[in-house]
């Protein structure tokens, strides 16, 4: 069973640059074909779908957010990291990890697997 462990500093202050991990236990991020994904909920509750990773390597990024976000991986350690450059207080939300079978842009529809999250606050 695939399980998904998100982490991240908490709290950074604005137009610093965020780095959150998703650890990946039970599954390969290479192997699994899965498309592993960052999707993030608001304080207001709104969603955002970031962007994805697919096994082969392949991202696919939220062009809302344009060249601030990144998406990256560690096969050694199994773990897949968003970085997000030039943070804003709107920034501010949970961020999860979520995987499933099929790549679509959306933050809710045909995840198999989800983090529990981690609250990333952007204050100064």
């Known amino acids: 069973q695939v399980q998904l462990q998100e982490s991240g500093p908490g709290l950074v202050r604005p137009s610093q640059t965020l780095s959150l991990t998703c650890m990946v236990s039970?599954?390969?991020?290479?192997?699994?074909?899965?498309?592993w994904t960052w999707i993030r909920q608001f304080p207001e509750k709104g969603l955002e779908w970031v962007g994805a990773?697919?096994?082969?390597?392949?991202?696919y990024l939220n062009p809302l957010l344009g060249s601030r976000i990144s998406i990256s991986r560690d096969t050694s350690k199994n773990q897949v990291t968003l970085q997000m450059t030039s943070t804003t207080l709107e920034d501010t939300a949970m961020y999860y990890c979520?995987?499933?079978?099929?790549?679509?842009?959306?933050?809710?529809?045909?995840?198999?697997?989800w983090g529990q999250g981690t609250q990333v606050t952007v204050s100064s």
């Open positions: 990773m697919r096994w082969s390597g392949s991202i």
């Open positions: 979520a995987a499933k079978t099929y790549f679509s842009p959306n933050y809710d529809i045909g995840y198999d697997y």
């Open positions: 039970g599954g390969s991020i290479t192997m699994d074909t899965l498309y």
